[in-house]
C-alpha cells in the first residue's frame, strides 16, 4: 500500500489550489484521512481531517477556506484550498489509516508509510 500526494505548486495570495491524495497497492479498507502541514523550521501540524463516513475537521487557521472530501470508491483524498495566504505555505502530506485482510476474515492495520511523500505548496504575497 503507498499513498500518492499531488497538486502542489507556486501560487499568489489569494489564489487555490486542489491537492489530491491517493491510496493504491492491493485491496485495503481507509479509515481516517487527514492532510498535514509543515512549514521550514516547524513541526508537521494537521490542517484537516475526514472520517471513513466524511465527517470533516479542520484546524482554526484553514476554518472557511479550505475543504476537505474523499471518494471512497477512488480511494482518494482531497483538499480544496481557497484564499491561500503566506502562511500557508509548507509541504502537504497526507495521512491515512488503511487495513489489509486477515486470512481469518478480520483486519490489521497496513504495514506501510502512512504519510506519503509530500508536495509542496508555496503561496507568495
Known amino acids: 500500500v503507498q499513498l500518492q500526494a499531488s497538486g502542489g505548486g507556486l501560487v499568489q495570495a489569494g489564489e487555490s489550489l486542489r491537492l489530491s491524495c491517493a491510496a493504491s497497492?492491493?485491496?485495503?479498507?481507509?479509515?481516517?484521512m487527514a492532510w498535514y502541514r509543515q512549514a521550514p523550521g516547524k513541526q508537521r501540524d494537521v490542517v484537516a481531517s475526514?472520517?471513513?463516513?466524511?465527517?470533516?475537521n479542520y484546524a482554526d487557521s484553514v476554518k472557511g477556506r479550505f475543504t476537505i472530501s474523499r471518494d471512497n470508491a477512488k480511494n482518494t483524498m482531497y483538499l480544496q484550498m481557497n484564499s491561500l495566504k503566506p502562511e500557508d505555505t509548507g509541504v502537504y502530506y497526507c495521512?491515512?489509516?488503511?487495513?489489509?485482510?486477515?486470512?481469518?476474515?478480520?483486519?490489521?492495520?497496513?504495514?506501510?508509510?502512512?504519510w506519503g511523500q509530500g508536495t509542496q505548496v508555496t503561496v507568495s504575497s
Open positions: 475526514i472520517t471513513s463516513g466524511g465527517t470533516p
Open positions: 497497492g492491493g485491496t485495503f479498507s481507509i479509515a481516517s
Open positions: 495521512y491515512a489509516d488503511i487495513y489489509v485482510p486477515r486470512a481469518d476474515g478480520g483486519w490489521s492495520p497496513a504495514d506501510f508509510d502512512p
